[in-house]
Protein backbone atom coordinates (compact mmCIF):
# COMPACT_ATOMS: atom_id res chain seq x y z
CA UNK A 1 0.00 0.00 0.00
CA UNK A 2 1.65 3.49 -0.99
CA UNK A 3 1.37 5.97 2.42
CA UNK A 4 1.26 9.00 0.72
CA UNK A 5 -1.62 11.84 1.93
CA UNK A 6 -1.96 14.94 -0.47
CA UNK A 7 -1.99 18.90 0.93
CA UNK A 8 -5.51 20.21 2.08
CA UNK A 9 -7.99 20.75 -0.75
CA UNK A 10 -8.86 23.88 -1.88
CA UNK A 11 -12.33 23.30 -2.70
CA UNK A 12 -15.08 21.33 -1.01
CA UNK A 13 -15.28 17.37 -1.61
CA UNK A 14 -19.10 17.02 -2.20
CA UNK A 15 -19.74 20.66 -3.52
CA UNK A 16 -17.18 21.51 -4.87
CA UNK A 17 -17.25 25.17 -3.74
CA UNK A 18 -13.92 26.80 -3.24
CA UNK A 19 -12.99 27.17 0.82
CA UNK A 20 -12.50 30.55 2.01
CA UNK A 21 -9.36 31.71 4.25
CA UNK A 22 -9.94 31.28 8.09
CA UNK A 23 -13.42 28.64 7.08
CA UNK A 24 -13.38 25.21 9.24
CA UNK A 25 -12.78 23.19 7.01
CA UNK A 26 -13.12 18.89 7.78
CA UNK A 27 -10.81 16.67 6.26
CA UNK A 28 -10.95 12.82 6.15
CA UNK A 29 -8.20 10.28 5.39
CA UNK A 30 -9.46 6.81 4.00
CA UNK A 31 -8.04 3.81 1.69
CA UNK A 32 -8.85 3.55 -1.38
CA UNK A 33 -7.11 0.90 -4.80
CA UNK A 34 -4.75 0.34 -1.47
CA UNK A 35 -3.64 4.27 -1.33
CA UNK A 36 -4.76 6.43 1.41
CA UNK A 37 -6.72 9.29 0.12
CA UNK A 38 -7.34 13.09 1.36
CA UNK A 39 -10.72 14.39 1.34
CA UNK A 40 -11.47 17.66 2.49
CA UNK A 41 -15.59 18.86 3.09
CA UNK A 42 -17.36 22.21 4.00
CA UNK A 43 -18.31 22.21 7.75
CA UNK A 44 -21.91 22.02 6.31
CA UNK A 45 -21.67 19.19 3.83
CA UNK A 46 -20.07 16.69 6.18
CA UNK A 47 -22.32 14.06 7.45
CA UNK A 48 -21.18 12.47 10.64
CA UNK A 49 -21.73 8.92 8.43
CA UNK A 50 -19.13 9.84 6.18
CA UNK A 51 -16.91 9.39 9.03
CA UNK A 52 -17.38 5.42 8.75
CA UNK A 53 -15.25 4.50 6.16
CA UNK A 54 -12.48 6.68 7.36
CA UNK A 55 -8.97 6.25 9.38
CA UNK A 56 -9.15 9.52 10.75
CA UNK A 57 -11.66 12.71 11.01
CA UNK A 58 -10.70 16.03 11.80
CA UNK A 59 -11.33 19.60 11.87
CA UNK A 60 -8.67 22.41 10.45
CA UNK A 61 -8.94 26.28 9.41
CA UNK A 62 -8.01 26.66 5.65
CA UNK A 63 -5.17 29.14 5.15
CA UNK A 64 -5.39 30.59 1.71
CA UNK A 65 -1.77 31.17 0.13
CA UNK A 66 -2.52 34.33 -1.25
CA UNK A 67 -4.01 35.81 1.73
CA UNK A 68 -1.71 34.64 3.90
CA UNK A 69 0.98 36.27 1.63
CA UNK A 70 -0.73 39.68 1.55
CA UNK A 71 -0.37 39.40 5.63
CA UNK A 72 2.94 41.63 7.40
CA UNK A 73 5.84 39.02 8.45
CA UNK A 74 5.43 40.29 11.36
CA UNK A 75 2.27 37.96 12.25
CA UNK A 76 4.69 35.13 11.79
CA UNK A 77 7.02 35.51 14.18
CA UNK A 78 6.20 36.77 17.61
CA UNK A 79 10.06 37.69 18.63
CA UNK A 80 9.73 40.20 15.08
CA UNK A 81 5.89 41.27 16.39
CA UNK A 82 7.25 42.32 20.07
CA UNK A 83 10.42 43.89 18.69
CA UNK A 84 8.01 46.76 16.20
CA UNK A 85 5.78 46.80 19.05
CA UNK A 86 8.70 48.05 21.37
CA UNK A 87 11.16 49.73 19.37
CA UNK A 88 9.03 53.53 18.74
CA UNK A 89 8.41 53.77 22.50
CA UNK A 90 9.91 56.16 24.81
CA UNK A 91 10.15 53.79 28.15
CA UNK A 92 13.23 52.63 28.25
CA UNK A 93 12.18 49.15 29.28
CA UNK A 94 10.74 48.92 25.99
CA UNK A 95 13.76 50.34 24.67
CA UNK A 96 15.80 47.63 26.09
CA UNK A 97 13.52 44.74 25.36
CA UNK A 98 13.59 46.32 21.55
CA UNK A 99 17.85 46.14 22.20
CA UNK A 100 17.61 42.52 22.98
CA UNK A 101 15.04 41.10 20.77
CA UNK A 102 16.86 43.28 17.62
CA UNK A 103 20.22 41.12 19.03
CA UNK A 104 18.19 37.98 18.77
CA UNK A 105 16.45 38.83 15.85
CA UNK A 106 20.18 39.36 14.42
CA UNK A 107 21.73 36.19 15.77
CA UNK A 108 18.48 34.18 13.74
CA UNK A 109 19.89 36.00 10.68
CA UNK A 110 16.05 38.27 10.21
CA UNK A 111 18.44 41.23 10.54
CA UNK A 112 21.95 42.63 9.27
CA UNK A 113 23.50 44.88 11.61
CA UNK A 114 24.48 48.09 9.40
CA UNK A 115 26.35 50.64 11.80
CA UNK A 116 26.25 51.12 15.35
CA UNK A 117 27.66 55.17 16.30
CA UNK A 118 27.39 57.15 19.76
CA UNK A 119 24.62 60.16 19.18
CA UNK A 120 25.96 63.57 19.39
CA UNK A 121 26.43 64.25 23.61
CA UNK A 122 27.23 60.32 23.66
CA UNK A 123 24.79 59.80 25.95
CA UNK A 124 23.12 57.38 24.20
CA UNK A 125 24.06 54.70 21.08
CA UNK A 126 22.16 53.67 18.22
CA UNK A 127 22.24 50.30 15.83
CA UNK A 128 21.18 50.45 12.38
CA UNK A 129 19.63 47.13 11.03
CA UNK A 130 18.19 46.02 8.22
CA UNK A 131 15.31 43.83 8.40
CA UNK A 132 16.20 41.16 5.63
CA UNK A 133 12.36 39.80 5.38
CA UNK A 134 10.92 43.56 4.03
CA UNK A 135 14.28 45.04 3.18
CA UNK A 136 13.70 47.52 5.90
CA UNK A 137 15.99 49.85 7.75
CA UNK A 138 15.34 50.21 11.47
CA UNK A 139 17.20 52.31 14.38
CA UNK A 140 17.52 50.76 17.66
CA UNK A 141 18.44 53.64 20.64
CA UNK A 142 20.50 52.39 23.56
CA UNK A 143 20.52 55.51 25.75
CA UNK A 144 23.01 54.12 27.85
CA UNK A 145 20.36 51.74 29.85
CA UNK A 146 21.17 50.76 33.46
CA UNK A 147 21.51 46.78 34.25
CA UNK A 148 18.35 47.38 35.71
CA UNK A 149 16.50 48.08 32.83
CA UNK A 150 18.23 45.82 30.33
CA UNK A 151 17.21 42.93 32.98
CA UNK A 152 13.31 44.22 33.14
CA UNK A 153 13.82 44.37 29.55
CA UNK A 154 14.55 40.76 29.17
CA UNK A 155 12.37 39.76 31.87
CA UNK A 156 9.31 41.65 30.32
CA UNK A 157 10.54 40.19 26.70
CA UNK A 158 10.59 36.43 28.08
CA UNK A 159 7.04 36.67 29.76
CA UNK A 160 5.59 38.13 26.46
CA UNK A 161 7.14 35.90 23.80
CA UNK A 162 6.23 32.81 26.39
CA UNK A 163 2.51 34.49 26.44
CA UNK A 164 2.21 34.78 22.38
CA UNK A 165 4.14 31.68 21.99
CA UNK A 166 1.51 29.46 24.59
CA UNK A 167 -1.04 31.53 22.77
CA UNK A 168 0.00 29.76 19.02
CA UNK A 169 0.29 26.80 20.58
CA UNK A 170 -3.12 26.50 22.25
CA UNK A 171 -4.76 26.90 18.89
CA UNK A 172 -2.81 25.20 17.16
CA UNK A 173 -3.24 22.19 19.70
CA UNK A 174 -6.89 22.50 20.05
CA UNK A 175 -8.24 21.83 16.87
CA UNK A 176 -12.33 20.26 17.24
CA UNK A 177 -12.68 16.56 16.48
CA UNK A 178 -15.63 16.01 14.31
CA UNK A 179 -15.51 11.84 14.79
CA UNK A 180 -12.42 9.77 15.49
CA UNK A 181 -12.06 6.29 13.96
CA UNK A 182 -10.11 3.52 14.25
CA UNK A 183 -9.52 1.14 11.32
CA UNK A 184 -13.48 1.99 10.09
CA UNK A 185 -14.39 1.48 13.95
CA UNK A 186 -16.68 4.54 15.36
CA UNK A 187 -15.44 5.31 19.00
Same mark, same amino acid.
Given at each position: MEIRIGKPGRECAATERSFEHGETVVSMVKIENQALVRLDFARESFEPEMASSALAVWETEYIDPRVAEQEPEEAYSPLRKLFYDAVESADRVELAKAFL?? +? $? $? %? %? +???? %?HVKESAEGDGDSRVALFTDRINNRLIEVRDPNLTFAEMEQGRTRLVEQLSALEAA =?? =? =??? @?????? @?????QSE
Open positions: AA +Q $L $L %R %R +QKVF %R =EN =E =EAA @QPEEVA @QTDHG
